[in-house]
């Protein structure tokens, strides 16, 4: 049975945080809102609830997971980045913006491209988000909620709820999400930035 938190997107309710964090930290897969669409997000390291994500989306071995975080505090712990980039990045976050960078070995085997060790960094602008990572007090595991053969991922909480009933432990209803997923940039090879997908965030700023 799914659990439904409806917590407010602006202001969210400490107490339903609480109870939504303590479904992360119990290996809980849960959906949740964010500044771009809906997404599915566990906590790192917890292999079951990656796994139930993986079949859900039914990814294959070469998906690029990313990691939302709080701020870029947590770049130091899991990716390599040059002072460029680093600059770049903290003009662009929080933001509608992925960032594809090298992984550290702090960030567990499966979550990184198998060949080019990569991971994506998230710091999101959204208030919901924003209250669970600081209650979790680290990085959420997250990918799109963009379900096999829809065209478009899922925004509207109503359909969040019917279509992955049974499917995920928590729904946190925060009202509308955005149409758009967001914009994808490497900064792997060292040579500026790359658009791997243009989305939300604007590109015309990035370089």
Avoid: W
């Avoid at 998230?122 to 924003?130: L, M």
């Avoid at 053969?149 to 925060?174: A, H, K, S």
């Avoid at 149409?179 to 792997?188: A, F």
Wanted: aromatic share 6%.
């Amino acid at each position: 049975m799914t659990e439904v938190l409806y917590i407010h997107p602006e202001s969210p309710q400490p107490r339903l945080i609480r109870q939504a964090v303590d479904v992360l930290r119990k290996g809980g897969l849960i959906a949740y809102p964010t500044d771009t669409t809906y997404a599915l997000g566990c906590s790192i390291g917890e292999k079951n609830a990656l796994d139930r994500l993986i079949r859900l989306r039914r990814l294959d071995k070469k998906h690029q997971f990313t990691l939302l975080c709080e701020d870029l505090s947590a770049l130091a712990i899991y990716a390599k980045v040059a002072n460029p980039d680093y600059r770049l990045l903290k003009a662009h976050t929080p933001g509608a913006y992925t960032f594809i960078l090298n992984g550290t070995t702090e960030v567990p085997r499966r979550l990184m491209d198998p060949k080019k060790r990569t991971i994506g960094i998230r710091v999101p602008d959204h208030a919901i988000c924003q209250a669970l990572l600081a209650e979790h007090g680290q990085p959420i595991m997250t990918s799109t909620c963009h379900l096999p053969d829809d065209e478009f991922p899922l925004t509207d909480p109503q359909d969040v709820r019917d279509f992955l009933q049974g499917q995920v432990d928590l729904v946190i209803d925060g009202g509308f999400g955005g149409v758009q997923e967001t914009t994808v940039i490497s900064l792997v090879d060292g040579e500026g930035p790359q658009v791997i997908r243009e989305g939300a965030g604007p590109i015309d700023s990035i370089f």
